[in-house]
């Protein structure tokens, strides 16, 4: 079973707002990644890290910014919510090295009003 | 753009049938993995494959890779109404820095 957590699960907010999504993992592992999942399933890399002050942008350019201070956290901010941000989002981690599978959270479901 | 493509985009069966699938990728890669996700949920890793290997099983579920053709299928065999979920595959490229890059996935209904 993975020990990698998502808040909240769904949150449903104003346009404008300023909202984190948090993930945090207990697994001790180097690799965080976020992505982006919209409502025809496909899954987008948004963010990712290979470590403490480590982040990189992923394949699919967002407005979101992302930040590793600690090995465990990985939270996403959104400095100022719009519709268009309403999508699935999905928090994962891996070991690393070429064969790292991934563990994923539950997913944040945000809705942008 | 993405790598993997993932075929049919929905698949619908009765159970104890067979379930096939199919992901299409576009550059050489270092594995394969397959994953699955219930509605609402995050993604589940099932199965590895690696580029040196042509096929691998795990209980009902069967990975053939066919680097020549890009390409690799997910078997599941006696399928079961719990098998119903979204289905994907995912590839780390040779010079990706480890990025998991996914399809659109397919979707599998299991009909009792």
């Known amino acids: 079973e993975a020990d990698i957590y998502q808040t909240p699960r769904y949150l449903v907010i104003g346009t404008g707002k300023k909202i984190t999504l948090e993930c945090s993992q207990t697994?001790?592992?180097?690799?965080m990644y976020w992505y982006q999942q919209d409502p025809g399933m496909e899954l987008h890399l948004i963010h990712y890290?290979?470590?403490?002050?480590?982040?990189e942008k992923g394949d699919l350019s967002s407005e979101s910014t992302v930040s590793r201070i600690r090995t465990e956290h990985f939270p996403l901010t959104l400095e100022s919510a719009r519709p268009s941000h309403t999508s699935q989002y999905l928090c994962?981690?891996?070991?690393?090295?070429?064969?790292?599978?991934?563990?994923f959270g539950e997913g944040s479901r945000l809705t942008v009003l | 753009s993405q790598q993997g493509e993932e075929d049919p985009q929905a698949l619908s069966i009765q159970e104890g049938e067979n379930a096939t699938m199919n992901c299409s990728y576009k550059?050489?890669?270092?594995?394969l993995q397959w994953y699955r996700q219930n509605s609402g949920r995050g993604l589940v890793h099932l199965i590895l494959?690696?580029?040196?290997?042509r096929e691998k099983h795990s209980g009902r579920l069967r990975v053939t890779l066919d680097t020549s053709k890009k390409s690799s299928s997910l078997l599941i065999t006696a399928s079961r109404a719990a098998d119903t979920a979204s289905y994907f595959c995912?590839?780390?490229?040779?010079?990706?820095?480890?990025?998991?890059?996914f399809g659109k996935g397919t979707l599998l209904t299991v009909n009792p």
């Open positions: 994962a981690s891996s070991i690393g090295g070429k064969t790292g599978e991934l563990f």
């Open positions: 697994m001790g592992h180097d690799k």
């Open positions: 890290s290979y470590g403490v002050n480590s982040t």
């Open positions: 550059t050489s890669i270092n594995n």
């Open positions: 494959i690696r580029s040196n290997e």
């Open positions: 995912g590839t780390i490229s040779g010079g990706s820095n480890y990025k998991l890059t």
